[in-house]
C-alpha cells in the first residue's frame, strides 16, 4: 500500500511507540492540567508540528548529517538537555499556588512543546531506525510514500494527543479542590523532566 510493505503493522507500531514516557508527554499532561483545554490542544499542536518537522528532516537527510558529524549531534542533545532541566527546575522551585512553567496563554503552550520536540535530536535518530522497517523497496513510490506514513503518524498522534489531553484535564478539575496535592504532582512533573534531561545526555 502505497509503497509501504505492511501498513497495519507501521500503524499498529507507532500506536505502541505512542504510549511510551517521554519528555512530549509531560509537556500535554502539565499543558491540559494548567492550561485547560485550550492550553492542552495548543500543546497538541506544537507537538504535531515538531514532529512532523524533525520527520521531514530526517528524510531530507538530517539524520545522515548527525550520524557523520557525531559532535553536533552532541550539541543538540546538551541544548535539549539543558531546556529540560531549565523547564523542570522551575516547576521543583515553584510554590504552592504559583504558575506553573508551562502556563500563560495557549501560544505560550506551543513554543514550549514545540521546543521540547525539536529539541530531541534522538527523535530524528528514531525515524531513521523506524521508516526503512516498513517501506517495500520494490513498490516504495518516493515522496507519496513518506508523505502516507507522515499523515499518517500525524492522525494517530492527533488522535492519541487529544486522549491525553481530555483525560488530564478533567482529571485537573478535580484535582483544583486539593492544592498541596495538585503541588506535589507539579513537583512530580518538574523531577520528570529533569530526570528526561539528563537521560538524553547520559542515555547510549
Known amino acids: 500500500m502505497f509503497g509501504i510493505s505492511d501498513y497495519g503493522a507501521f500503524a499498529a507500531a507507532f500506536v505502541l ?5 517521554g519528555p512530549g508527554n509531560l509537556a500535554l499532561i502539565s499543558s491540559a492540567s494548567k492550561g ?6 495548543a500543546s497538541v499542536m506544537g507537538l504535531l508540528l515538531g514532529d512532523q ?8 537527510g538530517v539524520a545522515a548529517m548527525l550520524k557523520t558529524y557525531p559532535p553536533l549531534f552532541m550539541a543538540l542533545q546538551w541544548l535539549g538537555a539543558a531546556y529540560l532541566l ?3 527546575g522551575k516547576m521543583l522551585m515553584s510554590k504552592p499556588g504559583e504558575g506553573p512553567s508551562l502556563q500563560i496563554t495557549p501560544g505560550h503552550y506551543f513554543r514550549e512543546t514545540l521546543l521540547i520536540t525539536l529539541l530531541n535530536p534522538k527523535a530524528i535518530m ?8 516498513f517501506i517495500d523497496p520494490v513498490q516504495h513510490q518516493g515522496w507519496v510514500t513518506f508523505g502516507v506514513m507522515a499523515g499518517t503518524i500525524a492522525a494517530l498522534g492527533f488522535v492519541y ?8 484535564h478533567h482529571m485537573a478539575e478535580r484535582l483544583r479542590a486539593h492544592p498541596k ?16 534531561g539528563f537521560r538524553m545526555v547520559l542515555a547510549k
Open 36 to 41: 485547560g483545554m485550550p492550553g492542552g490542544l
Open 17 to 21: 511507540l505512542l504510549f511510551l514516557p
Open 126 to 133: 528514531f525515524y531513521l531506525a523506524f521508516f526503512p522497517q
Open 161 to 168: 494527543c487529544l486522549g491525553v489531553v481530555w483525560v488530564t
Open 181 to 196: 496535592l495538585s503541588s506535589s504532582l507539579q513537583k512530580l512533573a518538574g523531577l520528570c523532566l529533569v530526570g528526561f
Open 86 to 88: 531549565w523547564l523542570g
Open 53 to 60: 518537522i524533525l520527520l521531514w528532516l530526517t528524510v531530507a
